[in-house]
């Protein structure tokens, strides 16, 4: 459930091109058309007018849009306006490069290779390969180290069954081994890596209900139990992200708003890259969870047009 | 360097379904007929035809033809008219099901995952996940023990990087880890795995160059010595499959028509899926390395239809 709202009869590609075009007239920049034109169009009609911008005008509409825009503004609308392949390859590159020594970059790898479909996946690891001269799990294996590398190159790499098929008797047994390998708290084990990458995700789904039916708590606080490492809290992210998209976007975004200041870089990437997926299901959950709307907390933490391009996405603002 | 011959104006697929359906009407088939039409059709070619067989008469043309022709002539044709990820897809299926304690039947699946092209890698995963509800990678998982495992989950799950970019410092950093791997004779090493899972082939060859360099000897020599289990015979098999196609697949010609008897399904295999691909270079290089032709040799050690089906695909017959 998506909260993008597109027209039902949207203006051809070459009309949005020129009131876009229209909007970098001059000295100052419209802002607000532009949020009004791109906020209001699908992957595929952004798509075409990317198309049309550089037949019409010979000049790339993302880098007119970097050259127009400022903060977070820009690195929104950027984001919104690429091919979601390219822009989530673009992300994984740029995670990849991050000289933290913790996990929280590798928190949008994670994302795309456990929240998103078999065929976006496969799609972001065709765009990483195509901008990157080389593959998405090479720059893994090179640039993180074990135990983290063996999950993250499985996960990246997993193709997974994407229909509603479970087995109650692998639900079982395949708790147990994930029991057995948080009893031995060997969270690097071999059966937990494979169970994790390949398996389809309603299957784990089950697991995981199963595991918390048997054992008595929820497999992610079992594993938190383990220690505070790094894998302890990667694996919890993986599991999160299979177990309910809606709920781990929803504790991203609450995240990213409460407290003093705001993580723009999460709150931006949460929005943009679920708007046409799940973000009306991830706001009700939101509500479930925090007693109060998505929309209000990032109304009353964004400002101009950051705070106008984002609530456009949310479906707030018309 | 396909063998494989198309004439320059090929019939319709309309008009190649007419003649097949008069080969497979009356009493006797016309295995000649079969032979003469799609053992001179590519891949794009059969499509169509299989295509517009079941058009025009309701019925596929795989099956009309499993009911038609027997023996070994009967799966190269059935497993030529395939489409190409579909057959390999059932190829890697059935070598899943063997009761095998041996590697022999894992075979088609190293050569599926090393001496094919990342798209078409890709392509039998999802074949693979439509025909049989869940991914390779999940039945190999489930079906395959530690510690030959992590290496083929990992890779069938590889999207190489498919231009020639070599790295030298590269190669030989990973040429040095893969020593330390076989001296400690630790070839379940997770360094053993990333590299050869996620490195593209020339990087790969590179690196097995400057490894036969430095250290002397060919690394599928070095790893031979460390042991005459499974995971030795799997690695050299992945290093020649890498390393050279043609040689590791004049190989697998040469075994299964050399000494008493011959084995059909490998042969069967080799021809019918590199035909398309680089059965000339095959075919040169078993020349080179055994003095004697291919065709020779696929010749003598066949008869009948399935002999002229195999020469039509080796390009020696017209």
Chains 1, 2 share one sequence.
């Not at 009609?45 to 400022?70: A, F, G, H, P, V």
């Not at 306006?81 to 673009?90: F, I, L």
């Not at 059966?191 to 992610?220: H, K, M, S």
């Not at 964004?302 to 609530?311: I, M, N, Q």
């Amino acid at each position: 459930m998506a909260t993008l709202k597109v027209p039902d009869t949207a203006p051809s590609p070459t009309q949005d091109s020129e009131k876009l075009k229209k909007a970098f007239h001059g000295l100052g920049t419209d802002e607000k058309a532009i949020i009004w034109i791109l906020g209001h169009r699908n992957a595929s009609q952004r798509k075409k007018i990317r198309y049309t911008y550089q037949e019409l005008y010979n000049e790339s509409l993302i880098d007119r849009l970097k050259s127009e825009l400022s903060g977070d503004f820009k690195k929104a609308v950027i984001l919104w306006t690429m091919d979601p392949p390219e822009r989530d390859a673009k992300m994984a590159n740029k995670a990849l490069q991050s000289k933290d020594k913790g996990i929280d970059h590798l928190k949008v790898i994670i994302e795309i290779a456990c929240t998103t479909s078999p065929h976006h996946l496969m799609a972001v690891r065709e765009a990483y390969c195509s901008m990157y001269d080389c593959s998405l799990e090479e720059d893994i294996a090179c640039r993180v180290t074990p135990p983290l590398r063996q999950l993250l190159v499985g996960l990246v790499s997993s193709y997974r069954y994407d229909k509603e098929v479970v087995d109650e008797i692998v639900a079982k047994s395949e708790a147990a081994k994930l029991r057995d390998a948080i009893e031995r708290k060997q969270l690097d084990d071999d059966d937990v890596v494979w169970i994790l990458c390949t398996r389809n995700v309603f299957q784990l789904r089950a697991t995981f209900e199963c595991y918390r039916q048997i054992y008595g708590n929820p497999i992610d606080q079992d594993i938190k139990c383990c220690g505070t490492g790094n894998l302890e809290s990667v694996l919890q992210m993986v599991i999160w992200c299979i177990d309910s998209p809606e709920k781990y976007f929803s504790k991203v975004l609450r995240a990213s708003v409460v407290g003093l200041g705001t993580e723009e870089d999460s709150l931006t990437r949460a929005i943009v890259t679920r708007a046409e997926v799940d973000l009306m299901k991830i706001k009700e959950e939101y509500f479930n969870m925090h007693k109060t709307s998505l929309d209000d907390a990032i109304v009353g933490d964004t400002s101009g047009d950051y705070k106008d391009f984002l609530t456009t996405l949310l479906g707030t603002r018309l």
